[in-house]
């Protein structure tokens, strides 16, 4: 809902058997309006124009949200007064239990959530939840499917829409089938458009381009050659490649990091056969599916829905902070907390819920049979910083048991909300998911990043660096607790041939479970200690 | 069958038998569920205590309950609310979008012939619930409204009945849609009995109902 159209809502709410002609309500609800009124009646002729036309915009405006609210069964046009001024006043009827009644009684003020338990954590700068003035009335992230549209223009359109339903991401699935369709330079074009609005909205969208698919490579790589001289930033491609066709598309990965390489840009790898959920990033860390949720979709609903929601709404928690001010009983110090951060997600996801019906409006009309199951297979996310994982001062066994038992008790607390709710006659999807943080979203939050630095000079080092490996393997563990989705980074000086880079690649996809990994290229010799990783 | 005069002993006593008496087995998310089949529930006067298993579950501090007026709101309201996947309200007064099975049936049948035995109440729409791939689907499938000696009394059938979690909800509402329907037509509030084909708990919970079984009643009202 508009911030018009919300504050004539709510002069209603607080008014609800008044009626009100347009000019009245505009005078109620405009900020600063007695300067217009007193310029009315200015002999300034100049002033008095201005504030002419200032009226009549004014007047314009309040009436598109005015007939809006009428459509929708909040308002409805009682008489028409002098000058044939309309004259509105609310429709309620709560024996019928109309939309006008639904939303007079039950939508709350824009911006104001619950209390949610968590507020002193949020003061002390050890919680934080993601985009809070969007927190209830956007999802944080959203897949769609690009073979779900027709033209290549339907899909940008409802990319550029989908937009502004999230505070994160979005991601155009399958997008190799779309460039294989049309014309490279047209879709070139059309991400142009999308990267844009994408900027002004200050999204990110990922691209995911599954290798498997891929026919054409020339078209393809044409397509990413031309985006990233474009240095259209907040487009990431992300290369979903099975292991054992890894060896038949080596070529496409050798051209891959010359365009990366050259660009000095991290390219981004999903090891398929380790996880089939899709990977998509936002500022704040990446996203993915749960992989039984992603079968039971891939086997009853790809193909009937243009997207899914993916991520729903985000804490993000600095757990360094978290422990310097807990000295003892540190696992239950994060037990504890996960359980205020798991109530607060409840009453989150209500409100949430309530007002998808308009801020999905795109979605739902596109495909009004699954207005229920967008969220279906989506989750709510915990963003864990300065955990532990490659940090000196702690035992990564640790890292890994505190992480495990905590899961342990959201996911007790998230099945019993679920089986509650359901058996309220209340169905409804209620899971939360670990991921990272991204340094982007922490910076500015919590406290520098502690990480070290993993550096790849050489396909080498995987063999000659014991670190190297003991550092991957205990990400590994932490890939399963961060059901969310996780990504390792490898830093990597420019290669003095592609294929070295391309045989990494493949040893660290044949070799580790790592779902997702990134390479990322850079000239310097000193990469930053603050490198996130 | 279980016959007590009050919701709070009926759940105490369903439990019991399904701890006691339950078969276990593992269900599609690997939680051990002991289940008992066909467990047939009368509460002769629900009206004497029909909030109390909610308030015991409350008790614990360990789940968020909805409110009780969330829950009732949900079988008396025939729009869908667009966070869940179904709702009861819906189902009964704007079935399949046309038919308001309460108002337009149940409430004037029961006025023009007390003593009928077709006062029923369906949830289950066969053209959207009876679907292998549909997951969120009713557990309350139907509702019986017997009108005897001036007394609305309710039968509900169960297909899937948490006993622990979701019974509670399941007799509140039903109370609630009851007592609904007794004042349109004019009667009184007569038993409430619930048929569950499948009463079951979680190994997860037995801990929680050992502590309910142990409580007094004047610890839980």
Known sequence: MQETEYTIFELFRNNPHAEFSTTEIVERITPGYDKVHQDLLSTDSERLDAAKRRKAKLHRINLYYLNKLVRKGVLTIKSVGRNKERIFAALQDPKELSPAYRMLAQLHPIGITPALGIEGFEEKGIVARYEPTTWVERVNSILLESTYFKTLKDLISTANNTLTSVNDAIALNDFEQVIQKNDPQTVLTALKALSKQADSHARHVSIIIDITNIEQHDAVLRVIKGAIAEELRNLTFIYDVQVKEFQDHKDFFKELVKIYSGAGQSLFIKNQTVHQAPYLIGRTGPYTFDERDWKLYRNEYQGTMPGLVCGTATFLIDIERLFSNTKEHQTGAVIELMGKIAKSLLLTNAEQRERSEHFLQGLIQLSPDHAQNYFMFSRNYVRFWNYGWKTPAYDQAFVIAYLSESKKAVDEYCLSEETIYKSCGMPTRFRIAYSCTDQGSATKLFSPANYRRVTIHSPTDFFSNDEINTTISTKEDIFKQFDGGDRITFDRPLPKKSEDVVNEISYILNTFRLPFFRYHFTNQSEIPLTRYL | ?221
């Open chain 2, 1 to 221: 069958m279980i016959k007590t005069k009050n919701a709070m002993d009926a759940w105490k006593e369903c439990l019991n038998l399904i701890l006691d008496e339950g078969k276990d087995y593992k269900d599609e998310n690997n939680r051990v569920c002991r289940e008992l089949l066909n467990i047939v529930v009368e509460i002769e006067n629900p009206a004497e205590d029909v909030a109390a298993p909610i308030h015991t579950l409350n008790r614990f501090h360990k789940w968020d309950y909805p409110p009780l007026d969330r829950i009732a709101h949900i079988i008396l309201d025939k729009k869908l609310a667009p966070e869940y996947a179904y709702s009861y309200g819906p189902r009964l007064f704007n079935f399949q979008n046309t038919f308001n099975q309460v108002d337009e049936f149940v409430i004037p049948l029961l006025k023009e012939n007390p003593d009928s035995r077709r006062a029923i109440l369906n949830f289950w729409d066969v053209s959207k619930d009876s679907k292998t791939i549909k997951r969120d689907i009713p557990s309350l499938i139907m509702l019986d409204c017997k009108l005897r000696d001036n007394k609305l009394n309710v039968t509900g059938i169960i297909r899937s009945n948490d006993v622990f979690f979701g019974w509670p909800a399941n007799m509140y509402q039903i109370h609630v849609l009851q007592q609904y329907i007794a004042s349109k037509v004019g009667c009184k509030t007569g038993s409430i009995t619930t048929i569950s084909t499948s009463a079951h708990i979680f190994r997860d919970q037995f801990p929680y109902i050992e502590t309910i079984l142990r409580m007094k009643r004047e610890q839980v009202i």
